[in-house]
């Protein structure tokens, strides 16, 4: 098939190239993919399948310049695989522009369309015309039989203006017959005076700008060419390519999450049930956090006796925990403190970049922590961290549990697909919306995330997140996955799925913040 859809757009540069070796290869915008085929027809073939893909991704035709054994030449191919030759008469049309012909006679079109000519000559009134005489170089008209007056050449002298007669009137303005028919203005009547009229001033239009008006910066952010799939593969060629719809979602969550907040920001992940995601919801909204924000979150568990976090993290170099920093609370709220100092009590996550406060961890102790206590230990966190993410025990009435209520600025509700979880979830939303009015906000505004207990629990997961749908501000389920069950949390572990669940959860708790 021939066309002639010059219109089809050149970018990306696409050349096909088969050599007579057997060898072959397509460059797209400079980056070569080689082709090896036993024969002449199947390099032509893969090499007009992979500009077919090409046209399939951009969703529209692409020119190719083919270049072979038997000559060189230039093909559209369409999304559907259809493959048109460009028409002969356009490139005809390019050589003759780069070299023109010169003649004395008049010029004839010729169309060059597979070897047929037609003549067609130029009609008189397509020569060029000679030039109208200004004004004032055209004789004025007189008493006497004033001749037709014709154009005169631009090269020959104006004849003498003469005194016109007040009882004359204008005489007819006409054109000799050798001059093509054009626009006539008629004279200007003769002023009452030999001096001439004074020119018209000219007004010098303004350019110049406020300075307050004008603006170098680019208005709109460059969007970044893709960098997942396929798009991001023929990105990384040198073919730039915009990124898909999910690819800029997921931009988008990382945004909210790396954001960092006018003063420390306090998330309290609760449930009344044990066994319900806690722990596990904490330590992956912290390392989310930590990761795109650049550390300064404080995993804070604050279990009134003894809580897990410690064992589902990662270790310092010492044993350490929330009494400790408790007993040495005024030295490191004093002005001479500095944060080097918090590496005595907080417990770093080396992958992840945030730290651990741990619970009591000694079997012996009885200590239970109490408000007070939390308010102090509080204080501390906010002066040496921008996030604190507070793990909780079981009992909504116990005093480190109302206290830490007091500081939350977001509240996350997590929960498993196991009903009694899901049932303790609610509860807790409903004992913290008769409290008080802070309570009843945080209740309103808080965010549920269910974690399937099971990997077939994708119907369950589904079923609770739509009753918890209008209870509160956003649901988000994460899917199952084994490296959540047991031993040390760490976000490297987790499958990709499971990881970008995460942070869309924790995309949807900074919403809050």
């Avoid at 005194?163 to 017959?177: D, E, F, G, H, I």
């Avoid at 303790?424 to 269910?450: F, M, P, Y």
């Amino acid at each position: 098939m021939t066309t002639s859809q010059v219109e089809v757009s050149t970018f990306p540069h696409v050349r096909a190239v088969v050599r007579a070796n057997g060898t072959g290869e397509v460059v797209i915008s400079g980056n070569s993919r080689p082709i090896d085929a036993p024969d002449e027809t199947t390099l032509r073939r893969e090499a007009m399948k992979i500009v077919t893909d090409l046209a399939g991704v951009l969703s529209r035709p692409v020119r190719v310049y083919t270049e072979g054994p038997e000559g060189d030449g230039e093909l559209v191919v369409h999304p559907d695989g259809d493959i048109d030759e460009i028409a002969a008469e356009t490139k005809g049309r390019r050589r003759r522009a780069e070299t023109p012909v010169t003649t004395t006679t008049p010029p004839t079109i010729v169309s060059v369309d597979e070897g047929a000519e037609d003549t067609i000559k130029r009609s008189d009134f397509d020569r060029p015309l000679p030039p109208i005489a200004p004004a004032e170089a055209v004789q004025e008209p007189s008493s006497a039989p004033v001749p037709p007056i014709t154009a005169v050449p631009a090269s020959a002298p104006a004849p003498a203006a003469q005194k016109p007669q007040a009882a004359a009137a204008p005489a007819p303005l006409t054109l000799s017959p050798d001059t093509a028919p054009t626009t006539v203005v008629q004279p200007t009547p003769p002023a009452a005076t030999d001096a001439p009229a004074p020119a018209a001033p000219v007004q010098e239009v303004s350019t110049r700008r406020s300075l307050k008006d004008t603006s170098f910066l680019v208005s709109d952010p460059v969007v970044q060419p893709a960098t997942q799939g396929f798009r991001g593969a023929m990105s990384r060629m040198g073919l730039r390519m915009s990124p898909s719809e999910s690819e800029m979602a997921e931009r988008v969550d990382i945004h909210a999450v790396s954001q960092h907040w006018p003063g420390p920001r306090t998330i309290a992940v609760v449930n009344r049930k044990g066994g319900a995601n806690k722990t596990p919801t904490v330590a992956a909204l912290a390392a989310v956090f930590a990761r795109y924000g650049g550390g300064g979150v404080l995993a804070w568990d604050n279990n009134e006796n003894q809580g897990t976090l410690g064992w589902r993290t990662e270790q310092g170099p010492h044993t350490s925990s929330v009494l400790d920093l408790l007993r040495d609370k005024e030295q490191l709220l004093s002005p001479t403190a500095h944060n080097a100092l918090l590496a005595h009590y907080v417990h770093h996550q080396t992958e992840d970049k945030y730290d651990v406060l741990r619970s009591d961890e000694n079997d012996e102790g009885d200590h239970e922590i109490s408000a007070d206590e939390v308010d102090a230990v509080h204080s501390v966190a906010a002066k040496y961290y921008r996030m604190i993410v507070m793990d909780s025990g079981n009992t909504a009435r116990a005093a480190n549990w109302r206290a830490m209520i007091g500081h939350t600025n977001q509240l996350v509700i997590p929960t498993t697909t196991m009903e009694d979880r899901a049932e303790a979830a609610k509860l807790t939303l409903q004992t913290l919306a008769a409290r008080d009015e802070h309570s009843a906000q945080l209740a309103a505004n808080a965010v549920v995330i269910i974690s399937q207990w099971k990997a077939e629990d994708g119907e369950e997961a589904r079923r609770i997140a739509d009753g918890f749908a209008p209870l509160v501000r956003r649901v988000v389920t994460v899917p199952y996955d084994q490296a959540l069950k047991a031993g040390r949390i760490r976000h490297n572990a987790l499958k990709p799925a499971t990881q970008r669940a995460w942070l869309a959860a924790a995309a949807a708790v900074a919403q809050g913040l």
